[in-house]
């Protein structure tokens, strides 16, 4: 069982940038993929981000270049880093952690949910 909990949510001007920060329990955190997916109202839960027990990354094309996923297994933490926000970014961010070798892009393939941080890019 994994417990993960977000924050660096917030209000934000557009351009600017926010850390978002997921924290897991337990000391398995290491053996599993990590992924970030975000919800706006009225719109299906999409894929943003993931890294991979060894670190590798992917990133959904409407972020690339623009926010970056990483990963502490010291601290069994994983991050969201959030430049150049915009408009359309606004949602509310959950952290998810599943097996590393059946995770894909659909949120239905994670394991265990964060509670979500909101996410306000004013323009």
């Known amino acids: 069982q994994v417990q993960l909990v977000e924050s660096g949510g917030g209000l934000v001007q557009a351009g600017g940038s926010l850390r978002l920060s997921c924290a897991a329990s337990?000391?398995?955190?290491?053996?599993?993929?990590m992924g970030w997916f975000r919800q706006a109202p009225g719109k299906e839960r999409e894929f943003v981000s993931r890294?991979?027990?060894?670190?590798?990354?992917y990133y959904a094309d409407s972020v690339k270049g623009r926010f970056t996923i990483s990963r502490d297994n010291a601290k069994n933490t994983v991050y969201l880093q959030m430049n150049s926000l915009k408009s359309e970014d606004t949602a509310v961010y959950y952290c998810?952690?599943?097996?590393?070798?059946?995770?894909?892009?659909?949120?239905?393939?994670?394991?265990?949910w964060g509670q979500g941080t909101q996410v306000t890019v004013s323009s």
């Open positions: 998810a952690a599943g097996d590393d070798a059946i995770v894909t892009i659909d949120f239905r393939s994670y394991l265990y």
């Open positions: 890294i991979s027990r060894t670190g590798n990354t």
């Open positions: 337990g000391r398995t955190f290491s053996r599993y993929a």
